[in-house]
């Protein structure tokens, strides 16, 4: 299996093909490039790079792998909704919306353009979820429809709302509203976790609004969570910084027995572009929440 990409623009002036793959896909170090270089495995523009090569924007670089084992996923997704210009994925957790290390096959991306029947070998998801956070990911089906739906999402266009599981019970009126801005966490050990946020007045504003809890007798409570703006981890740092983690996320909070955060993206909410009616797109509460709180 050969894997190919398209220089992007922002490489302006011709760069060594191993210090770009290096800067580019971290999953091999600049050594570790260079050797599968010698070994004849990296191409750019279909021909077969040596370690004078040089690459810019608009080449197309590939990489034949070796050998290698991908880490396990979760590949139970379902396509819940489809039109002439979309379809939504209900995620499981454990699984990868894009490739990432050496998930080259187990993600949402490469399972949807090459393994799914139908192929969808266009798709381009319009907004992603990380690995352990399950529910609705929209996919656009080609790049001029990416662009489109894209930009509800940039526009906050799109309602997002999320179920998220706690640790403890907030004394709170709903809706509440947590406006923190939110940075890096400069200050986190590395290698302790791939990223790593916190809300901080340095940071970019952030706001999530928590309209609904409700109270579990084991010392954990279910909220329905809107996120108004799309930082990284927002929800989760968010609930954090008020003293309620989400369960499982052993990033912000720790181990409560399950096995990833218990987040999930229960429903997207837009007017559609084209056919200029309100869409609604369900998920369900899946069963590992389901069973750590009911």
Not at 1 to 16: C, D, E, L
Not at 210 to 227: D, H, M
Not at 249 to 269: F, N
């Amino acid at each position: 299996m050969i894997f190919s990409s398209k220089i992007p623009a922002n490489i302006r002036t011709p760069v060594a093909a191993a210090d770009y793959l290096a800067d580019r896909f971290t999953y091999h170090n600049k050594d570790e490039w260079a050797e599968l270089i010698r070994e004849g495995r990296v191409f750019a523009n279909d021909a077969r790079c040596d370690e004078e090569s040089l690459v810019a924007a608009g080449d197309t670089i590939a990489y034949e792998p070796r050998e290698f084992e991908e880490p396990e996923a979760n590949l139970s997704y379902s396509i819940i909704y489809e039109d002439d210009w979309t379809l939504c994925v209900d995620k499981p957790a454990n699984l990868l919306v894009h490739r990432a290390g050496k998930s080259f096959r187990n993600n949402l991306v490469y399972q949807l353009r090459h393994v799914n029947t139908p192929h969808y070998p266009n798709c381009h998801p319009v907004h992603r979820l990380d690995r352990d956070t399950s529910g609705t990911v929209l996919f656009a089906k080609d790049a001029e429809q990416g662009a489109v739906f894209g930009n509800l999402f940039r526009d906050n266009s799109v309602v997002k709302r999320y179920a998220a599981v706690v640790r403890g019970y907030p004394d709170i009126e709903t809706p509440f509203s947590i406006d923190k801005p939110i940075a890096p966490d400069r200050s986190a050990t590395p290698g302790s976790a791939p990223c790593r946020f916190k809300a901080d007045e340095s940071g970019k504003p952030a706001c999530t609004v928590i309209e609904a809890a409700k109270r579990f007798n084991n010392g954990y409570s279910l909220l329905t969570v809107r996120p108004m703006t799309g930082r990284t981890h927002q929800i989760r740092v968010h609930l954090a910084s008020i003293g309620f983690p989400i369960a499982g996320d052993l990033i912000y909070g720790g181990d409560d027995g399950i096995k990833r955060q218990a987040l999930h993206c229960e429903s997207l909410s837009f007017i559609h572009p084209y056919t200029n009616t309100e869409c609604t797109i369900t998920a369900p509460l899946p069963e590992d929440i389901r069973d750590f709180i009911f």
